[in-house]
């Protein structure tokens, strides 16, 4: 290659979060020639991608979600295969909340149904049955789905990378992109002082994408929240041992939802769904939200007070939020060779699939109709602004 000449792949992907990592796994697996450039360090705490683990469930307010998840389990599978590491741990999941709540669970009930999900219908009886620390009053009803419980986040994204370079890829972190540009058929690249060019371009920037969208003239209304998790000592531990506690959400405005004890950790994390405050990604904190923390303790003392101990640990991510809580996955009208995804702040359980769709185009039984860029919603809606579904309905 001659001195200051594009290096050359087929691939290249923007961002080495769960969704970017995927990506670049995806594409290197089949034998393409792919870069992958991380603007901070692997495994950094700015975005959305850390922490221990993160929930993945079959049930869903919408067919199209379910058939997409019980798709991600096997894009999973594949990859704990590459890796020869366990990533998913099934601890069965709990949707639960009011019968009144605005969040209507039949909407899962059915979406499950449609899909020929297993599943089963509890009532408070049955849910302080089976597990006797939940205090809640017969107003309260649940559903169970077994196959539910979480992707180990921070290894797993760990593992995409690994892997990906295992086949090929070629990883860059520390390397911030300054210049993108289209050009005959192909993306020119100027990344940490050099050139490369790539016959596709796969952004997966999170609450970076309108930065790298800017140079092709395209911008997307998304918002970007600070949330927020907590990890809490539990009065009871026993209560909440992996393998004896489910993943849970408490499907109600607001809506919570946590996990059992896992790892080397003794704590139990618990937060509330979609409640942090607009930030800059540049200019973000890390502080706790104290509002956040004390509407979560309010709920817990009334509703799962085992597990309202002392607060081990705080952390923060970032959402990048579209007006219709939706996905993108898709391609730039303008720039075919162009994809970009965004997450919504609920894709980590769909990331293994999400970069194979990235990565070849399309998935058999997985409708991707509702994810396009150029959907009304995207096109009608200003950043902040929602639509009504309520928060533990996406």
């Excluded at 096109?379 to 533990?392: K, M, N, V």
């Amino acid at each position: 290659m001659k001195q200051g000449q594009p290096r050359e792949y087929d691939v290249i992907v923007l961002g080495l979060g769960v969704i970017g990592s995927a990506a670049a796994y995806w594409s290197a697996k089949r034998g393409a020639r792919v870069l992958g450039l991380e603007q901070f360090e692997f495994g950094h705490a700015r975005g959305s991608s850390h922490d221990r683990s993160r929930i993945i469930r079959l049930s869903y307010f919408t067919p199209a979600y379910v058939q997409m998840a019980k798709e991600a389990y096997r894009a999973w599978a594949s990859l704990e295969s590459d890796a020869g590491e366990q990533l998913i741990f099934r601890t069965g999941g709990l949707d639960i909340g009011p019968r009144g709540s605005p969040v209507r669970m039949s909407e899962h009930v059915n979406s499950m149904r449609d899909c020929g999900v297993a599943f089963e219908e509890l009532d408070a009886a049955e849910i302080r049955k089976r597990w006797p620390c939940w205090r809640v009053g017969d107003e309260v009803h649940g559903l169970f789905q077994p196959d539910a419980g979480f992707v180990a986040a921070e290894r797993a994204t760990a593992a995409l990378r690994r892997v990906a370079v295992g086949f090929g890829a070629t990883l860059c972190e520390g390397t911030p992109v300054t210049s993108l540009r289209a050009a005959a058929g192909e993306i020119d690249v100027e990344a940490g002082g050099r050139q490369y060019r790539a016959g596709k371009l796969i952004v997966a920037a999170g609450a970076w994408t309108n930065g790298a969208l800017a140079h092709f003239g395209r911008r997307l209304p998304i918002q970007v929240t600070k949330e927020q998790v907590i990890y809490f000592v539990p009065r009871d531990p026993a209560a909440f041992t992996l393998g004896e506690f489910p993943i849970w959400i408490w499907q109600d405005e607001p809506s919570f939802y946590g996990f059992p004890i896992f790892g080397e950790s003794k704590s139990v994390k618990i937060t509330q769904d979609s409640a942090g405050k607009t930030v800059d990604a540049q200019t973000r904190g890390f502080e706790e939200d104290t509002g956040i923390t004390t509407r979560v303790k309010g709920f817990l003392e009334r509703y799962l007070p085992a597990a309202l101990g002392p607060v081990d640990l705080v952390k923060t991510c970032l959402y990048a939020r579209t007006p219709d809580r939706d996905f993108v996955i898709d391609a730039l009208p303008e720039h075919p060779n162009v994809s970009v995804a965004v997450g919504d702040g609920h894709a980590f359980k769909f990331a293994s699939l999400i970069g194979r769709i990235l990565s070849d185009g399309a998935i058999e039984g997985c409708d991707l109709t509702a994810f396009t860029v150029t959907r009304p919603t995207l096109s009608r809606l200003d950043a902040g602004e929602d639509d009504e579904r309520p928060a533990a309905n996406r």
